[in-house]
C-alpha cells in the first residue's frame, strides 16, 4: 500500500506515474487531499462570458528535460488539442517590461541590443560581459543570486534585470535566494573557469544534455519554437483531467482529508487523516515543506526542523478584467524592481499573451512575497489587495476607467524560498531520511525547483526510485 499526501499536481502526477511504471497496483495506491478539490495552487476561474483568471500559475516553458517531461504528460493525457502556445517573435516573448523611476522599460531581447545602451541600464549590456571577464573569481559554496551577478556583470544587472526577475518567479528577494536556484550552471562555470564567459565558452565544446523525453508535442513545441504554453479554459484544466484519469484507473482520492500525523514503525508508516488511521509500505509526501514539518515532528524533530526551516512567502493575486483594449504597448507585462519600494511585484497582461473572446483587457496583479511585511504589515486583506491593485495599475499604466470584474485570492505561504543554503538543507533532509531508513518520498516544488515542470518531474524521479527499489 502506498499512500500520497496533497492533491497538488505533484500528488497527482505521482499517483500517474506509479501507475504508468506498475509500482503499484491501482487498488493499493489512495490519495489524500485537505482540501474540497484537487489542483493545489494550479487554479482557474471561468466566468460565465469565458473571461478567465488565472489565480495562480498561468504558463509553462516546454524546454528542456522538464518542459519536455510536462508535455509528454499533456499528450498521455490526450489534453495536446488543448494547447494554447505562445510562439517565440510574438509580442509576449519579446516585450518583457520593468518598471524604474516611474517609467516602463523594454528589457533587452535581441542580440542587436546587447551593444546598443538602453534605460535603466547605463551601459550597453556587452559591457557587462567585459566586467566578468575582468572580475577576480570569488570561491564560495554558495551566495546570494544578486551579489553573484553585481560581482560578475554589474550592479545594473543585479538591481534592473535580476531582482524584478526573482520577484517574477518566486517573489522573493534576490539578495537572500541562492545563486544555485536560477544560475547554478553560470556559478559553477565562474568556480571553475574563473569567469561565467570563460567556463561558457569551454562548454560550448561539450556534448550537449538532450532532452529524454520525445513526444510528438514536444516536437510541435521544437518546430514550432513556443516560448510557453497554457490550457484552454485555464491550467486547472491539468489537475482535473489528471484526477479523472486516476479515478478511472482505480485510484482512491480522498478529498477533504487533512492528513493529522504521520508515525513510522517497523517499515510500515501509519497515517492519521479524518480520524481514521492508514498502515502503508511508503508514504509520497506532496505536501509544502511547511506542511509535512509538524505531522513528524514528534517522532522526528530533527527532519521536522530542517523541513520548517525552509521559508514560504505569501502572495497576493489581483485579476482585473477591463471592458475594453486599454492598453497601449503589447508584452507578457512588467516587474518592478524592489528598489522602487512599489507594493506591487508586477503586472502580467492575460489578455496579450491569451487574447479572451471580446475585445476586452485582463490584468494580473502580483503583491507581497517576501516584502509583503514591508508594505502591507502583518496581513494582506483581500480589500488592501483590491484597492492596491487597482490604483497602482491605472496610475502606471494610464489607464482612466475602472475595471468591470476582478478576483482577489490571499494565497497564503504559497511559494518557498530557496535562500542561500538551500542545498545543504536538502542534503541533510536526504541524509536524515536515509539514515533512518524512512519509507518516505518528497515531492513536490518545496525541494528541487519551485515552477509546475519541477513539480511534475520531482513526482517522476521518485516513482523511477521507488521502481528500482522494487
Ligand atoms: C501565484 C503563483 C503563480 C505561479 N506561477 C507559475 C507559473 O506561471 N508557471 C509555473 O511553472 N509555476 C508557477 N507557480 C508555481 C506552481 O504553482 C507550483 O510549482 C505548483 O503548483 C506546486 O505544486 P505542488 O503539488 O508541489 O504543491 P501545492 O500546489 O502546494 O499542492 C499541495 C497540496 O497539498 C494539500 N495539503 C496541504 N496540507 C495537507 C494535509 N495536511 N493533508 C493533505 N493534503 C494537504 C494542499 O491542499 C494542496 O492541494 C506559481 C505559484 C503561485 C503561488
Given at each position: 500500500?502506498?499512500?500520497?499526501?496533497?492533491?497538488?499536481?505533484?500528488?497527482?502526477?505521482a499517483?500517474?506515474?506509479m501507475?504508468?511504471?506498475k509500482?503499484q497496483?491501482?487498488?493499493?495506491?489512495?490519495?489524500?487531499e485537505?482540501?474540497?478539490?484537487?489542483g493545489?495552487?494550479?487554479?482557474?476561474?471561468?466566468?460565465?462570458?469565458?473571461?478567465?483568471?488565472?489565480?495562480?500559475?498561468?504558463?509553462?516553458?516546454?524546454?528542456?528535460?522538464?518542459?519536455?517531461?510536462?508535455?509528454?504528460?499533456?499528450?498521455e493525457?490526450?489534453?495536446?488539442?488543448?494547447?494554447?502556445?505562445?510562439?517565440?517573435?510574438?509580442?509576449?516573448?519579446?516585450?518583457?517590461?520593468v518598471?524604474?523611476?516611474?517609467?516602463?522599460?523594454?528589457?533587452?531581447?535581441?542580440?542587436?541590443?546587447?551593444?546598443?545602451?538602453s534605460?535603466?541600464?547605463?551601459k550597453?549590456?556587452?559591457?557587462?560581459?567585459?566586467?566578468?571577464?575582468m572580475?577576480?573569481?570569488?570561491?564560495?559554496?554558495?551566495?546570494?543570486?544578486?551579489?553573484f551577478?553585481?560581482?560578475?556583470?554589474?550592479?545594473?544587472?543585479?538591481?534592473?534585470?535580476?531582482?524584478?526577475?526573482?520577484?517574477?518567479?518566486?517573489?522573493?528577494?534576490?539578495?537572500?535566494?541562492?545563486v544555485?536556484?536560477?544560475?547554478?550552471?553560470?556559478?559553477?562555470?565562474?568556480?571553475?573557469?574563473?569567469?561565467?564567459?570563460?567556463?561558457?565558452?569551454?562548454?560550448?565544446?561539450?556534448?550537449?544534455?538532450?532532452p529524454?523525453?520525445?513526444?510528438?508535442?514536444?516536437?510541435?513545441?521544437?518546430?514550432?519554437?513556443?516560448?510557453?504554453?497554457?490550457?484552454?479554459?485555464g491550467?486547472q484544466?491539468?489537475?482535473k483531467?489528471?484526477?479523472n484519469?486516476?479515478r478511472?484507473?482505480?485510484?482512491?482520492?480522498?478529498?477533504?482529508?487533512?492528513?493529522?500525523?504521520?508515525?513510522?514503525?517497523?517499515?510500515?508508516?501509519?497515517i492519521k487523516?479524518?480520524?481514521?488511521?492508514?498502515?502503508?509500505?511508503?508514504?509520497?509526501?506532496?505536501?509544502?515543506?511547511?506542511?509535512?514539518?509538524?505531522?513528524?515532528?514528534?517522532?522526528?524533530?530533527?527532519?521536522?526542523?530542517?523541513?520548517?526551516?525552509?521559508?514560504?512567502?505569501?502572495?497576493?493575486?489581483?485579476?482585473?478584467?477591463?471592458?475594453?483594449?486599454?492598453?497601449?504597448?503589447?508584452?507578457?507585462?512588467?516587474?518592478?524592481?524592489?528598489?522602487?519600494?512599489?507594493?506591487i511585484?508586477?503586472?502580467v497582461?492575460?489578455?496579450?499573451?491569451?487574447?479572451?473572446?471580446?475585445?476586452c483587457?485582463?490584468?494580473?496583479?502580483?503583491?507581497?512575497?517576501?516584502?509583503?511585511?514591508?508594505?502591507?504589515?502583518?496581513?494582506?486583506?483581500?480589500?488592501v489587495?483590491?484597492?492596491?491593485?487597482?490604483?497602482?495599475t491605472?496610475?502606471?499604466?494610464?489607464?482612466?476607467q475602472?475595471?468591470?470584474?476582478?478576483?482577489?485570492?490571499?494565497?497564503?505561504?504559497?511559494?518557498?524560498?530557496y535562500?542561500?543554503?538551500?542545498?545543504?538543507r536538502?542534503?541533510?533532509?536526504?541524509?536524515?531520511?536515509?539514515?533512518?531508513?524512512?519509507?518516505?518520498s518528497?515531492?513536490?516544488?518545496?525541494?528541487?525547483?519551485?515552477?509546475?515542470?519541477?513539480?511534475?518531474?520531482?513526482?517522476?524521479?521518485?516513482?523511477?526510485?521507488?521502481?528500482?527499489?522494487?
Open positions: 500500500m502506498v499512500t500520497i499526501l496533497g492533491g497538488g499536481i505533484s500528488g497527482l502526477a499517483a500517474h506515474y501507475l504508468k511504471f509500482i497496483p491501482s487498488g493499493v495506491i489512495s490519495l489524500i485537505a482540501a474540497p478539490e484537487v493545489g495552487w494550479i487554479k482557474s476561474t471561468l466566468r460565465p462570458d469565458s473571461t478567465l483568471f488565472e489565480h495562480g500559475p498561468r504558463t509553462i516553458r516546454p524546454k528542456g528535460n522538464q518542459g519536455a517531461n510536462t508535455l509528454a504528460l499533456i499528450e493525457l490526450e489534453l495536446s488539442s488543448k494547447v494554447k502556445p505562445i510562439r517565440s517573435g510574438h509580442p509576449a516573448t519579446r516585450n518583457r517590461l518598471y524604474v523611476d516611474k517609467q516602463l522599460y523594454k528589457l533587452p531581447s535581441s542580440l542587436s541590443s546587447v551593444f546598443l545602451k534605460k535603466p541600464f547605463s550597453p549590456l556587452v559591457f557587462a560581459a567585459i566586467t566578468d571577464l572580475s577576480p573569481r570569488k570561491s564560495c559554496k554558495d551566495e546570494p543570486i544578486y551579489d551577478v553585481a560581482r560578475r556583470f554589474g550592479k545594473d544587472i543585479a538591481e534592473y534585470a535580476i531582482s524584478p526577475l526573482i520577484c517574477g518567479i518566486c517573489a522573493g528577494d534576490a539578495k537572500e535566494v541562492s544555485k536556484f536560477l544560475m547554478r550552471s553560470l556559478f559553477e562555470a565562474e568556480q571553475r573557469h574563473g569567469s561565467v564567459i570563460k567556463g561558457l565558452i569551454s562548454s560550448i565544446f561539450k556534448e550537449k544534455e538532450k529524454n523525453f520525445h513526444s510528438a508535442l514536444v516536437s510541435k513545441a521544437a518546430d514550432e519554437k513556443w516560448n510557453v504554453w497554457s490550457l484552454e479554459g491550467l484544466l491539468l489537475p483531467t489528471l484526477e484519469s486516476l478511472n484507473k482505480g485510484i482512491s482520492i480522498n478529498l477533504s482529508s487533512p492528513c493529522q500525523s504521520i508515525s513510522f514503525a517497523h517499515n510500515k508508516v501509519i487523516a479524518n480520524q481514521s488511521e492508514i498502515v502503508s509500505n511508503h508514504v509520497i509526501s506532496a505536501l509544502p515543506a511547511w506542511k509535512l514539518a509538524p505531522l513528524v515532528s514528534s517522532q522526528h524533530p530533527e527532519l521536522s526542523h530542517n523541513l520548517s526551516s525552509i521559508p514560504f512567502v505569501t502572495v497576493g493575486v489581483v485579476n482585473l478584467k477591463f471592458p475594453k483594449n486599454v492598453l497601449n504597448e503589447s508584452a507578457f507585462g512588467f516587474l518592478v524592481p524592489p528598489s522602487q519600494k512599489l507594493p511585484l508586477g503586472i497582461y492575460d489578455s496579450c499573451c491569451f487574447p479572451q473572446n471580446e475585445d483587457t485582463v490584468l494580473t496583479v502580483m503583491m507581497g512575497g517576501r516584502f509583503l511585511k514591508e508594505h502591507f504589515g502583518k496581513v494582506l486583506h483581500p480589500e489587495a483590491v484597492q492596491t491593485a487597482i490604483k497602482h491605472k496610475e502606471i499604466l494610464g489607464i482612466t475602472e475595471p468591470c470584474d476582478y478576483n482577489v485570492s490571499i494565497l497564503e505561504n504559497c511559494i518557498p524560498q535562500i542561500v543554503g538551500h542545498d545543504e536538502m542534503d541533510n533532509i536526504y541524509k536524515y531520511i536515509q539514515k533512518h531508513k524512512l519509507p518516505l518528497l515531492v513536490g516544488a518545496s525541494y528541487e525547483g519551485v515552477g509546475v515542470n519541477d513539480a511534475i518531474m520531482s513526482s517522476l524521479r521518485a516513482a523511477l526510485r521507488l521502481k528500482k527499489l522494487g
